[in-house]
């Protein structure tokens, strides 16, 4: 039973599941609060607190090798702009619905992307060893509170430099390769 609890909530966590709707299209409120629809998709809230689901990737685990700048572990999806856009110094509100109201939503990472324009792509870079380099990317800190019944607000701590993004759940590779993305634009400057 309590093996069969684990999983539930590490299945919870990874994988998106659409949650029962009720007769209306919308899902049910609590308090005036609308939750996201899908489980562990990551969501930004409109102007109007309305959930909308980031681009969401599969990523593709790569390795590369090379003499002068080491070897290199990366997550790399297709694309070099997301759709999803805020403008630079906008603090965007992200939502995330978890499986049980007791878990925590603690293993979720934001992580600058590296644009790979020749080969029109995205990449979240994990680690990388070198002669003069042992690095991978630095998430950003992110505040977490509780939002509705069974979901959390996601808040960079200061506001995010102009680039592409990424949030990923789990510390390692090989515990989730989907990707939520979006991008900061930066002011037009006078």
């Known amino acids: 039973m309590i093996q ?26 609590l308090s005036g609060i609308q939750e996201p629809e899908d489980i562990s998709v990551i969501h930004y809230l409109n102007t109007k607190n309305v959930p909308i689901p980031l681009e969401m990737h599969r990523a593709q685990y790569q390795t590369r090798d090379s003499a002068f700048r080491g070897s290199q572990e990366t997550l790399v999806i297709s694309g070099t702009t997301s759709p999803v856009q805020f403008t630079e110094g906008e603090l965007p509100t992200f939502v995330v619905q978890v499986l049980l109201p007791m878990q925590l939503p ?80 930066a002011k037009p400057r006078l």
């Open 4 to 29: 069969t609890l684990a999983f539930m909530i590490a299945l919870g966590a990874m994988l998106p599941i659409q949650t029962p709707q009720t007769s209306g299209s919308q899902p049910p409120a």
């Open 106 to 185: 603690t293993e979720y990472e934001l992580f600058p992307l590296v644009i790979r324009k020749k080969e029109n792509q995205r990449a979240v870079i994990l680690t990388e060893q070198g002669f003069w380099t042992d690095t991978g990317s630095r998430g950003y800190h992110l505040r977490v509170q509780r939002y509705g019944q069974n979901s959390f607000k996601i808040i960079s701590s200061s506001p995010l430099p102009p680039g592409e993004y990424a949030f990923k759940y789990g510390l390692s590779a090989s515990k989730s390769k989907d990707l939520y993305c979006f991008t900061i634009v």
